[in-house]
């Protein structure tokens, strides 16, 4: 070869980068800025410690950590672990109502077809276009001792007094979280349901399975994937939850992510809410790995 | 047909007018900006302020709370806002980072308006014992509401009725809200336990004892609490579908809540209320020094003070303010000042929090 084609080769390969570099240029700054140097700086600041004036002393210190874990009481007796425990509670809660619910609906839309498939696809999804605030608001009026549901419960002879799952609490949250949530656990479900070959199922039938064993050992382990994806796509965002609990919990409990917004606002301890945010990444990133181990990117939808 | 000459001639003085307002929003008119680091509400008397002081026009800026102006304005922000208004227990720590300008008292002509309770707060929580850095704007206090159809009228104003199952024959069980934050929650219980001495000095302190029995109570009365709500619109909602009896917040908020729903009314417990002031402070690092606390005189000033505490639902410290105020649920009994205590910040802020932590995970 002679060095003239060397020459141009190489100038084709350098090209060949430039155009690489040029596609995924923005893309990588994107995520260096958005979210690598902010996670670096979270890091950073929950090493770091507040002092009374509100400035950032950037020392290395290790004492918010042990603030999360070590109460007056000992170890891991502190509410942060408190509201973390029964934040992973709610959100296996939420995950669990929501496969539950969508596990049907999802195989019902993939049986049917047409206007039909349309329109039960519209009534399913038309609350998810609501603002989210509108529907809390809806929530707040359904639940409580004088809310709607109680009201027409206490009508009826079947009850003599309000029915303490429909007060504000534990149960409304999880009821409104798994309604806010149940979309993306319906369309996970519905794009993996999709892929099955009902051929399959049929010759399960034929073979003699009953609607159990069929659902046990064909529909379920055929949508694995989905079912996967659908609960991190409900348990990451329940876990951290802000604003449901704020409205329909009334301060009787505190889930994490409003432990560390009250320390962040009332105290400025950005420290403190910088390593409990770093923590609470861990079941995310638990999450993932698991759906990255058996899932596939096609599988997701 | 435009010809291309003549739409360069039309773009260009398109152009003109458009830098020609642009520079009027910039301040380009030679005007002093006074940029104020506030709460909302404040952008309602704007107008009146700058027609009351030649060339001066207001910027507004709202914060999330006092510490958040705090931190702004220690960060580098004092140079940035001519004005900062955190609550009053916020402002001796503007004054010990050397944040705020000791107040002209030659330009605050309506000092002598203000009640001789804020005077004094402004002579003594504002002061570094030689001069004044702060000036109190407007006031409330926090004490309970409460349906006037279950909890009639003329029971015994007491903070016992927030921790009390049964008051003067009423149920009470499963109405009560308290406010949804440690530093009031905890203070309100201290207060109906009976631990006034706690508020003595420059700083609440609670003894362990004290701190110990307040989260007691706490988790016990827990059970009969609807919850720890704070919010104007959640107990605008509730007090309207009958669940609240009685509720702990601000005056403010009650105010919004009786304009919306008949049959609530604002208690004047027999014990002593605590009381918050918005304390206005000119940072050190202003430039406009001279304009910002001409600013503050007219947010005291009779007519603009009146208007003022109308568009916010909150009482004037400046009582010629005050007496100018129509809205009657703005109206106040003239004692009420007398036995108010007012915020002070908590000595042990991190025991307190972690305590009202455990208090509502319990």
Not at chain 2, 24 to 41: E, N
Not at chain 2, 148 to 165: K, M
Not at chain 2, 189 to 214: H, K
Not at chain 2, 228 to 236: A, K, R, S
Request: aromatic letters at 12%.
């Amino acid at each position: 070869m002679s060095t003239i084609q060397q020459l141009g080769e190489a100038f084709e390969r350098r090209g060949e980068r430039a155009k690489l570099a040029l596609m995924t240029g923005p893309g990588v700054s994107w995520l260096l800025a958005l979210i690598l140097a902010p996670t670096a700086f979270l890091v950073m600041v929950s090493f770091a410690e507040v002092n009374s004036s509100y400035d950032v002393v950037w020392s290395f210190s290790v004492s918010n950590y042990r603030e999360l874990f070590v109460g007056e009481s000992g170890l891991f007796k502190t509410p942060f672990i408190d509201s973390f425990l029964l934040s992973l509670g709610i959100a296996a809660s939420t995950t669990v109502a929501t496969v539950v619910l969508a596990y049907p609906v999802a195989y019902l839309l993939t049986r049917l077809s047409g206007r039909t498939f349309k329109l039960v696809l519209f009534a399913v999804l038309v609350p998810f276009f609501t603002i989210f605030i509108v529907r809390i608001y809806s929530w707040l009026s359904l639940f409580g001792s004088e809310g709607l549901i109680n009201s027409m419960l206490v009508a009826t002879p079947l009850v003599s007094g309000p029915v303490g799952i429909f007060e504000y609490g534990l149960a409304a949250v999880v009821i409104s979280l798994t309604h806010a949530f149940f979309p993306y656990m319906l369309l996970t479900l519905y794009s993996s349901l999709e892929g099955i070959d009902y051929g399959v199922i049929e010759a399960s039938r034929d073979l003699g399975a009953t609607r159990l064993e069929i659902a046990k050992d064909v529909v379920i382990p055929l949508s694995a994937q989905g079912l996967i994806t659908g609960c991190v796509f409900v348990f990451v965002p329940a876990l951290g939850t802000f604003i449901t609990p704020q409205f329909l919990a009334r301060g009787k409990f505190t889930m994490i992510a409003e432990v560390l917004t009250a320390r962040i606002n009332e105290l400025y301890a950005i420290n403190y809410g910088a390593a409990g945010s770093l923590f609470l990444i861990i079941p995310t990133i638990i999450a993932f790995a698991i759906v990255m181990r058996t899932t596939t990117l096609e599988a997701m939808g | 047909m435009v010809d291309r000459r003549q739409f360069i001639k039309a773009a260009g003085a398109v152009g003109v007018t458009g830098m020609a307002g642009l520079s009027g929003c910039m301040g380009g008119g030679g005007g002093t900006t006074v940029s104020i680091l506030t709460w909302t509400g404040y952008d309602a008397v704007n107008d009146q302020v700058e027609e009351a002081l030649d060339d001066v026009e207001l910027e507004i800026s709202i914060a999330d709370g006092s510490a958040n102006m705090f931190s702004t304005v220690n960060a580098g922000g004092g140079e940035e806002y001519d004005i900062v208004i955190p609550n009053n227990e916020y402002v001796p720590q503007f004054i010990e980072a050397d944040l705020a300008a000791p107040v002209d008292m030659d330009v605050i002509t309506n000092f002598d308006s203000l009640y001789g309770t804020f005077q004094s707060a402004a002579e003594g929580q504002f002061s570094d014992g030689s001069e004044i850095y702060g000036m109190p704007l407007q006031f409330g206090w926090y004490a309970y509401g409460y349906d006037t159809s279950v909890l009639p009228e003329d029971h015994e104003h007491s903070y016992e009725v927030l921790f009390s199952e049964e008051y003067e024959g009423v149920d009470l069980s499963g109405g009560i809200t308290l406010y949804d934050g440690y530093y009031k929650a905890i203070m309100a219980t201290g207060l109906a336990l009976g631990y006034t001495e706690a508020f003595e000095g420059d700083t609440v302190s609670f003894t362990d004892e004290q701190l110990t029995t307040i989260e007691e109570t706490l988790i016990d009365f827990k059970p009969n609490l609807l919850g720890f709500v704070h919010d104007e619109e959640t107990l605008t909602q509730d007090y309207e579908n009958g669940n609240i009896i009685a509720s702990y917040a601000n005056r403010s908020t009650h105010v919004g809540i009786m304009n919306e729903v008949d049959n609530v009314a604002f208690s004047q417990p027999k014990e002593e209320e605590l009381t918050w002031f918005e304390g206005a402070v000119v940072t050190e690092g202003s430039s406009n020094k001279e304009a910002a606390f001409q600013v503050l005189n007219e947010y005291i000033d009779s007519d603009i003070g009146a208007a003022l505490s109308e568009e916010r639902n909150i009482m004037n410290t400046s009582q010629a303010a005050m007496d100018n105020i129509e809205t009657e649920s703005l109206q106040i009994e003239p004692d009420v000042l007398e036995g108010m205590i007012p915020f002070k910040p908590a000595e042990r802020d991190d025991t307190w929090i972690e305590m009202f932590e455990r208090i509502k995970n319990a």
